[in-house]
């Protein structure tokens, strides 16, 4: 908990940064600029999860364990996302999303 | 003390997210992201979370940054600028966002928290017990999936990067 922060404050925090993460995810072009964006709306959630644990039940430890959970799977989903990126480079010579038509072959 | 240095924290994670999702130059937008990802592990310091803080310092700033680093670097030209997007593209995603985000706001601000009156902060040591606990709220399941899953991620990622050349 932090002196003089209320729940509001922090979540209105967390709900800007996942829009701006969404946004960014409407908008962006390039395959590893679209998974950045999925970084911020995943780290959104992240810091949601804590918050509530701390603020509303601290007594019990659900959402700190799963903010653990969900940065492993931020960073196993981040590198499978980089390698399909550099096979995709291999085969069809651009990361554009415009490009990538083809997965199946 | 403490205030202040959420809303710095707060002004730099804003700042820095809407220069990662609207800058063109590729390589800078991934030290913004590597910014914000500091900034947040700032939040999870003030809120007496140090082991998760730790987690995303090391994780994020130290791992996830360097393979996107990496992957720019391996598949684009160092000076590339990205393609502007088209102003109605803006607008309308802009107006996505800027619709759920006051949907969420309006949720939030409507809703009547009870904060907790006692207040304990999170050690390493609860989170450990819990995580290898197979008792009533333990969580040795999902321990364990997470752990095949970063297994058959390491195994994928291998054999996806290697694939095919172009020539075969």
Redesign the interface.
């Known amino acids: 908990?932090?002196?003089?922060?209320?729940?509001?404050?922090?979540?209105?925090?967390s709900?800007?940064?996942?829009?701006?993460?969404?946004?960014?995810f409407?908008?962006?072009?390039?395959l590893?600029?679209v998974?950045?964006?999925i970084?911020?709306i995943l780290?959104a959630s992240?810091?949601n999860f804590?918050?509530i644990?701390?603020?509303?039940?601290?007594?019990?430890?659900q959402g700190?364990?799963f903010?653990?959970?969900i940065?492993?799977?931020?960073?196993?989903e981040?590198?499978?996302a980089?390698?399909?990126?550099?096979?995709l480079?291999?085969?069809v010579?651009s990361?554009?999303v415009k490009d990538t038509q083809k997965l199946k072959y | 003390?403490?205030?202040i240095l959420?809303y710095i924290l707060?002004a730099l994670?804003?700042i820095f997210?809407?220069a990662?999702?609207s800058t063109r130059k590729?390589l800078r937008?991934?030290i913004y992201?590597l910014f914000?990802?500091i900034a947040?592990s700032g939040?999870?310091f003030?809120?007496?979370?140090s082991f998760?803080g730790a987690?995303?310092l090391t994780?994020?700033g130290g791992?996830?940054i360097v393979?996107?680093i990496f992957?720019?670097l391996?598949?684009?030209h160092i000076e590339l600028e990205?393609?502007v997007?088209p102003l109605k593209?803006?607008l309308?995603?802009?107006l996505?966002?800027?619709v759920?985000?006051g949907i969420?706001?309006w949720a939030?601000?409507t809703f009547p928290?009870?904060?907790?009156t006692?207040?304990?902060s999170?050690e390493v040591d609860?989170?450990g017990r819990?995580?290898l606990s197979y008792g009533e709220?333990g969580?040795i399941l999902?321990f364990e999936v997470?752990s095949v899953?970063?297994l058959a991620?390491?195994v994928?990622?291998?054999v996806?990067?290697k694939?095919?050349?172009?020539n075969e």
């Open positions: 908990m932090i002196e003089g922060i209320s729940i509001y404050e922090i979540l209105t925090l709900s800007i940064l996942f829009f701006i993460g969404v946004y960014g409407f908008t962006r072009e390039n590893i600029t998974l950045m964006s970084e911020l780290n992240a810091v804590v918050v644990n701390t603020y509303l039940y601290p007594d019990f430890l700190s364990v903010s653990i959970f940065i492993a799977m931020a960073a196993a981040t590198a499978l980089i390698a399909i990126i550099i096979n480079y291999k085969l010579a990361v554009e | 003390m403490e205030t959420f707060a994670i804003v997210a809407i990662t999702v590729i937008a991934v992201l914000v990802l947040i939040i999870y003030l809120v007496d979370y998760l987690i995303q994780v994020y791992g996830v393979l996107i992957s720019v391996l598949v684009h990205l393609e997007t593209k803006k309308i995603a802009g996505i966002s800027a759920g985000l969420t706001l939030i601000f928290f009870t904060n907790a006692t207040y304990k999170i609860d989170i819990k995580l709220g969580y999902p997470i899953l970063l991620v390491m994928g990622a291998i996806i990067a694939g095919k050349k172009l």
